[in-house]
C-alpha cells in the first residue's frame, strides 16, 4: 500500500491536468503582413488612394472632355504584402472634372510599392457619359485649337477669383490630364497632389498633326500645404496616348518620361526647347 499512497499525489494531478483547459491558438490580428483589412471610406489613405487610381485613369484616358474628379470612396480594404507593399482595394463614384455631375463609379487597386516607384493601379470604371460623345468632343476641342493660326499662350489660369477664359478652358483640359501623370507618379501613401493653377502656357506650332504646349503648374501637396512649382511640356493627339515630360523645382530639375515617349523624339525636344525654360 506504500506504493499506491506514493503514486496518488500524482495521479490526481494528471488528472486535474486533463480537466484544465488548454491556451487557445491566438487568432492572427487583422493588421498582420497579408491579412486584408477595412478601411475607413473617408481615411486620408483610402481617399488619397482613390485620387490616385483617377489621376492614373485621367493620364491613360488621354481625353481633356472626359477627366473625372472624385466623387466618395463607398468601400475600402488594404493589405500589407511582406517586401512589396501596401495595396489598397477601393470601391468609389466619380464626378465629371467640369459639371461635377455623376460620371459612373470605377473599382481599382493601388498598390505602394516599398521601393521608390510610382503607385501600380489596375482601374476599371463604368462610364454614364457616352464613349463617342466624350470622342467627339475631343475631336471639336482638336479643331479649334488647330485652326488657331498664332500660338496660345496665357497665364495664371484660373485668376484668383477662380475664373477661366472660355478660349482657355482647351488648354486648362489639358493641363489636368497632363499633370495627371506627375500626381500619380510623385503620390505616396503619405502625401498626394492637386494641380490647383497653370502659372503659364504658351503652345509650339508644329508641321504636324499633334499639339504641343508647355506649361508652368503648381501642384498642392497634401498634407504638408506645399506649392511645387512644376514644368510640363505636352503633346496631344486625340486618339493617342498623351505625351508627357516635367521637372519640379523640388526634384533638382530632373526630367520624367510619361506615356513612352520615343527617347529619340523625346530628346530632340528637350535640345529644341532647352532655351526657352
Not at 44 to 60: I, K, Q
Not at 171 to 189: C, F, I, N, Q, R
Amino acid at each position: 500500500m506504500q506504493g499506491l499512497g506514493a503514486a496518488l499525489p500524482v495521479l490526481l494531478l494528471l488528472l486535474l491536468s486533463a480537466q484544465l483547459p488548454r491556451p487557445a491558438v491566438a487568432e492572427q490580428p487583422p493588421w498582420a503582413p497579408g491579412v486584408e483589412r477595412a478601411l475607413d471610406p473617408s481615411s486620408r489613405l483610402a481617399v488619397g488612394a482613390a485620387r490616385v487610381a483617377l489621376h492614373n485613369y485621367n493620364f491613360h484616358a488621354a481625353s481633356p472632355s472626359g477627366l473625372r474628379a472624385l466623387g466618395q470612396v463607398r468601400k475600402a480594404t488594404v493589405k500589407s504584402i511582406p517586401g512589396v507593399g501596401q495595396k489598397c482595394y477601393l470601391q468609389f463614384t466619380t464626378e465629371d472634372y467640369r459639371s461635377r455631375e455623376n460620371a459612373g463609379s470605377c473599382l481599382a487597386t493601388v498598390l505602394y510599392p516599398k521601393k521608390k516607384s510610382p503607385p501600380a493601379v489596375n482601374i476599371k470604371c463604368i462610364n454614364t457619359k457616352d464613349q463617342k460623345q466624350i470622342q467627339e468632343e475631343d475631336n471639336r476641342l482638336y479643331q479649334k485649337l488647330k485652326r488657331q493660326t498664332k500660338p496660345i499662350t496665357g497665364s495664371n489660369i484660373p485668376d484668383s477669383f477662380g475664373n477661366i477664359e472660355p478660349a482657355l478652358e482647351p488648354v486648362w483640359a489639358l493641363a489636368v490630364a497632363g499633370s495627371s501623370y506627375m500626381m500619380w507618379e510623385k503620390s505616396t501613401e503619405k502625401v498626394g497632389y492637386f494641380m490647383t493653377q497653370v502659372k503659364s502656357v504658351k503652345q509650339w506650332m508644329r508641321k504636324d498633326d499633334s499639339l504641343e504646349f508647355d506649361y508652368v503648374i503648381l501642384l498642392h501637396e497634401m498634407p504638408t500645404q506645399e506649392m511645387i512649382s512644376c514644368h510640363m511640356r505636352l503633346i496631344w493627339l486625340p486618339g493617342h496616348p498623351l505625351k508627357v515630360k516635367y521637372t519640379c523645382d523640388s526634384e533638382n530639375h530632373r526630367l520624367e518620361d510619361g506615356s513612352g515617349m520615343e527617347s529619340g523624339s523625346a530628346a530632340g525636344i528637350i535640345r529644341e526647347r532647352e532655351e526657352n525654360f
